[in-house]
């Protein structure tokens, strides 16, 4: 097996749990903020938003949480996810056998992302809960039809505010979210008061992870029928991304391996949270593990932000929350990777980062689609752009260990497939594609308006 090109577990070894991590960290996570009062929230005033079990998961400390068995059911739609030896890309690079690429794929779920691990059991919870109609912000697109394929499966409306560069660049995500029932617009809308109020100020606006989770919010709070749902930052969406490195854990020692280095890309920090959390009890045991969060220089929350409180949203309407922020001003720009552009972090990855548990890159979109044009002409597979970010780095990695004589096992998520993001390919490729790095100075403007937070 050492040697193989796939490592495929059975559907007997799916995960029958999720792992939160929060169990095993040195310090417990601080806690959300209510805006108003700035006093710790509980979990009656997240209940208007979501459903109650997501609401003691968000909050618990418990090392192992037991997955639904009707969630397990489902996940073998295409769960276990295989684990790759990169054979083809390592001869590209030249590399000596004692360094080695290997990654997680998780595009062979419907949504062609690892989103649907959280998707279907935050639809599964909502169910039980009676709720009837989900409402949710969708970045890249993945995230969206993500939910809407988990509303189809447990029959439950959904409602997806996309940014609307998205919503231009990918009009066939739209396309698949209503083929799975949803309904889908263009944020900022004129649906919502936060959507008429951006636009108004500025009519010709790109949108924002942070606008359009607005939108949600709002639609979740005026409507009796309608909870919301999130696609990334929050620890119950990590906790349901970690099927992700417990299988690479299993499929690592079929290969015979432990990985040196575990990288991700992060928009919010759901799968790289997925693929490294695992890990993180034996690198707190002493291992000699190294852990990598991959951002786009054009949107810089974990390198060049604040570990801050700061709201979640455009408006100001969720909690705060301690992570590492860029303001919830900051309008990042139109970079491909729709899924990255986010102005804040998951709180639990921007602890572990403040901890220096795990550490953090930028990378230019240019550079990062190389990594995936070289990543494709040898291993086959057209990554989306968000894990563009992660093979650049991978490669980087594997090429620094060979240059250094050191003996190397590097591990990556591919997070999802690029099948949709042919109009990214199609710049990069004829030569328009742009980079863009945020100045310090707009970063600055940006946090200047943090809220202010006595700790
Ligand atoms: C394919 C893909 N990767 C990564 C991300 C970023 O989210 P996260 O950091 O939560 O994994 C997204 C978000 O939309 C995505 O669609």
């Known amino acids: 097996m050492a040697d193989s090109t796939r490592y495929v577990l059975q559907e007997n070894q799916i995960p029958t749990s ?3 991590v929060v169990a095993d960290l040195p310090t417990p996570p601080p806690p959300p903020l209510n805006p108003g009062t700035k006093m710790p929230i509980g979990p009656e005033d997240l209940a208007p938003l979501f459903p109650m079990a997501i609401i003691q998961q968000e909050v618990s400390a418990q090392r192992h949480i037991d997955i639904p068995g009707e969630v397990l059911d489902i996940y ?3 769960r276990p996810t295989p684990l790759y030896r990169a054979h083809r890309l390592e001869a590209a690079l030249d590399l000596p056998k004692n360094v080695r690429i290997f990654y997680k794929y998780e595009g062979t779920s419907p949504a062609g992302s690892h989103k ?7 639809a599964y919870y909502a169910k039980q809960e009676g709720v009837t109609r989900l409402a949710t912000e969708t970045g890249a697109g993945q995230w969206g039809s993500a939910l809407s394929f988990a509303g189809a499966l447990f029959g439950i409306d959904v409602k997806v505010y996309m940014v609307k560069i998205s919503f231009s660049q990918k009009p066939y995500r739209r396309a698949l979210m209503e083929t799975w029932g949803a309904q889908c617009v263009a944020s900022p809308s004129n649906e919502t008061n936060a959507g008429r109020a951006i636009l108004a100020a500025d009519p010709d606006s790109n949108g924002s992870l942070g606008i359009a989770i607005s939108e949600a919010v709002e639609d979740a709070a005026t409507r009796e029928d309608t909870k919301y749902a999130l696609g990334s930052v929050l620890n119950h969406v990590l906790l349901h991304q970690t099927v992700i490195g417990q299988e690479a854990i299993a499929q690592m020692a079929m290969a015979d391996a432990y990985p040196d280095v575990v990288i991700g890309c992060t928009g919010g920090g759901s ?3 997925g693929i490294s959390f695992p890990f993180v009890p034996e690198k707190l045991n002493g ?4 852990i990598i969060a991959v951002e786009p220089a054009a949107c810089p929350s974990l390198t060049k932000g604040v570990y801050a409180y ?3 949203d455009t408006a100001g309407m969720t909690p705060l929350m301690k992570m590492h922020t860029l303001g919830s001003a900051f309008m990042p720009a139109s970079i491909h990777a729709g899924g990255l552009r986010y102005h804040g972090m998951a709180p639990l990855v921007s602890l572990m980062h403040d901890q220096g548990i795990i550490e953090a890159q930028a990378v230019k979109q240019r550079d990062a689609f190389a990594a995936a044009i070289q990543f494709a002409r040898t291993e086959g597979i057209l990554p ?3 894990p563009t970010h992660a093979i650049k780095v991978a490669i980087d990695e594997a090429l620094k260990a060979k240059e250094a004589g050191e003996e190397k096992t590097i591990l990556f ?10 109009v990214a390919y199609d710049r990069y490729i004829s030569g328009q594609m742009e980079d863009y790095e945020h100045p310090q100075s707009e970063i600055a403007m940006a946090l200047a308006g943090l809220p202010s937070v006595a700790e």
């Open 116 to 122: 649907p691990n959280t998707a279907v059991p935050q």
């Open 18 to 20: 999720w792992y939160n």
């Open 413 to 422: 998520n591919l997070c999802g497939h690029g099948n949709f993001d042919l």
């Open 310 to 312: 700061d709201f979640g």
């Open 287 to 290: 291992k000699n593990i190294r």
């Open 384 to 386: 989306a752009p968000e």
């Open 76 to 78: 073998k739609l295409w």
């Open 271 to 273: 799968n790289f949270a």
